[in-house]
């Protein structure tokens, strides 16, 4: 009986004992879940255990065949990297083993279905109509980068929040590395009119970021009284997030690697848009084609 490639969490580490506690009680609650497959968890820097250890662990159990994926919301400079860097060296460290490498987490559907979970929490039932979510401004806070891609995904994220859910609206800040920072953020949601301001961490597990986050919008909110700023909760080790790890797992090993399909609106039920799901796509004709039908229409094959 051969054994089946194994699941290899990659986390970046942190300085919280509580937030790196967090990710490796997540990984053994996913081995817990799947018990055919091995399922190790390990970090680029900053806590234990390394990522080094956990692949040794796997090996020792025989482990040939490892499919990595990023327990990151955005692939920055650690995903694109850091992590094959360090598989390349595993490989190298492991004679006969090979390593598939999974895509980051966000922003997908289900992660957006949880982050808008956190946010009617912050509310406590405060805002269940459409017209009380139109009074809501939500800031997103996202870890930050110096990579402008990693930057925009959260930009993409905010904008994939907003649509269908009726909040007045989805400002983007960053915790460090980036502007605008939560205090910038904050004046700039209420340079827009904001009376209700949610402020929702883009972060998976409890954190010396999440934390600092929640302390400058205390700050903020101290300083302007006039507006009402609740703070949300991390994202967490829910089952849409032990689901959707194990997606990224499968699609690493069946090389299924594809473009922006986690969001989009023929594949997947957005919000407000449920009835393009599986909607036949029309080719574009371009006037100047006199008849000869060239299909050069977008037919979303990805």
Request: charged content about 25%; proline content about 8%; hydrophobic content about 40%.
């Amino acid at each position: 009986m051969t054994t089946p490639p194994a699941l290899l969490l990659v986390g970046h580490g942190t300085r919280d004992e509580a937030g790196a506690e967090a990710f490796r009680s997540f990984v053994r609650v996913l081995g817990e879940r799947r018990p055919g497959v091995p399922v190790g968890g390990g970090f680029i820097e900053l806590s234990p255990p390394p990522l080094a250890d956990a692949v040794t662990a796997l090996a020792e159990q025989g482990v040939r065949r490892f499919a990595a994926v990023p327990l990151m919301l955005v692939s920055a400079g650690h995903a694109k990297g850091d992590i094959p860097a360090a598989l390349a060296r595993e490989r190298e460290r492991h004679r006969g083993t090979s390593y598939a490498y999974g895509r980051p987490l966000g922003p997908h559907p289900s992660l957006l279905a949880v982050l808008e979970r956190r946010l009617d929490e912050a509310l406590e039932g405060a805002a269940p109509t459409p017209a009380d979510r139109a009074d809501v401004t939500v800031l997103l806070v996202g870890r930050g980068s110096t990579d402008p891609d990693a930057n925009a995904e959260v930009h993409k994220a905010a904008r994939l929040l907003w649509e269908g859910r009726g909040y007045a609206g989805v400002e983007t800040a960053f915790v460090s590395l980036a502007a605008p920072d939560v205090a910038s953020g904050l004046d700039r949601c209420r340079a827009l009119g904001a009376r209700r301001i949610v402020v929702l961490p883009y972060f998976l597990f409890t954190g010396i970021l999440p934390d600092r986050v929640r302390r400058q919008a205390g700050d903020w909110a101290d300083a302007h009284p006039g507006t009402e700023v609740r703070v949300a909760d991390v994202i967490g080790p829910t089952d849409e997030l032990a689901d959707l790890v194990w997606q990224r797992y499968q699609e690493a090993l069946d090389g299924d690697i594809r473009m922006n399909c986690d969001s989009c609106v023929y594949r997947i039920a957005l919000p407000g848009f449920e009835d393009k799901v599986g909607a036949p796509q029309q080719p574009h004709y371009h006037p100047d084609d006199d008849g000869h039908h060239h299909h050069h229409g977008h037919a979303h094959a990805h």
